[in-house]
DNA sequence: AAGGCTGCCTGCTTGC
DNA sequence: TGCAAGCAGGCAGCCT
């Protein structure tokens, strides 16, 4: 579940590698790893080879290479299970299922491997158009995500005001990439616990002091598990290496259902919510009724 | 506007 | 032992 630490450690690891590199060659084994490219994977493949790639960027969960004078970006998500690796040419990983070969001014020849057990996450060729900041351009397909907690520009007292006007209730506003994006169903989990908070709390029902506490502690807990390399269980994470994190050795929450509460000692729950799991202590986080004052 | 639900996916785990 | 159901969930799109 590649959320915003996990993108970003993909993004950092990739930087020096992809960074002024050719692309020599493009080998497209699953299609439907392209479904959202505009035009199919051999318009993928024929516009991407011979492109020269810049430093890569993300907002969010989404990650983009800009092809050099092009107007365009080569954009990734992982979805679920995506990976995307740096190695010697000629290796393969499992799941591979696009294939591109680089050829670096000082690095040499390097390949890429988007690998990707369950075909959730894509990459497409996408126009980049500007936010209306200076110099600042996005995809096209990333024109509707918030900015994410880590981005300079994300601003606090705006998301404050903004989620205090929803009314919907505060996990489903944070999983909405729309009001702020990069976090999922992990950092949700973590960020509401951290800030006892139960996820069904009305957003309507927050004070401003809780707004501002929880936006507080979303920012922690991402910049608290990407300088541990991101969260790993298994084989689904891993770095532009295929190196695991070590944050789910640090999480109070999330997958930790039956063992006790780090403050309270009373055990974590699991309950259904939004087709996915909700991990929280119910004695720590209450819904509080009462005044938004 | 908000939200419920489905489809997209595979591999591992659980249950009969 | 073997098979099938259940489970993990990000996102788009449809519908109410």
Not at 78 to 89: C, D, F, K, N, T
Not at 129 to 152: C, K, M, Q, S
Request: net charge positive; charged share 25%.
């Amino acid at each position: 579940m590649p959320e915003l630490p996990e993108v970003e450690v993909v993004r950092s690891g990739l930087e020096p590698a992809v960074t002024g590199a050719r692309v020599a060659g493009v080998e497209v084994l699953e299609p439907r790893s392209l479904r959202r490219h505009a035009h199919g994977a051999d318009d993928f493949a024929a516009r991407l080879e011979g492109a020269v790639l810049e430093r890569p960027e993300r907002r969010g969960k989404f990650l983009w290479v800009p092809l050099a004078a092009s107007g365009t970006a080569l954009l990734v998500h992982l979805g679920m299970s995506g990976q995307v690796l740096v190695r010697e040419p000629g290796v393969d990983d499992r799941q591979t299922r696009v294939r591109i070969d680089l050829e670096h001014p000082e690095h040499g020849p390097l390949r890429l491997n988007f690998a990707d057990q369950r075909i959730f996450g894509w990459m497409a060729l996408d126009p980049l158009a500007p936010t209306g900041l200076p110099d600042e351009r996005v995809p096209a397909l990333v024109a509707h995500i918030a900015r994410d907690p880590l981005d300079p520009h994300f601003d606090d007292h705006d998301f404050i005001t903004r989620i205090r006007a929803r009314s919907t209730t505060v996990k489903r506003a944070l999983l909405d990439q729309t009001m702020v994006s990069g976090i999922g169903n992990i950092y949700a989990d973590e960020a509401l616990w951290a800030a006892r908070i139960h996820f069904d709390q009305p957003t309507r029902t927050l004070s401003a002091v809780k707004a501002r506490q929880l936006i507080a502690e979303v920012r922690r807990v991402l910049t608290r598990a990407l300088a541990e390399g991101g969260t790993s269980f298994d084989a689904q994470y891993v770095n532009v290496n295929g190196a695991s994190g070590y944050f789910s050795h640090s999480l109070n929450a999330y997958g930790q259902q039956g063992r006790p509460c780090a403050r309270c000692g009373r055990p974590i729950v699991r309950v259904k919510f939004m087709n996915r799991g909700a991990h929280y202590c119910a004695s720590c986080q209450r819904i509080r009724g009462g005044s938004a004052a």
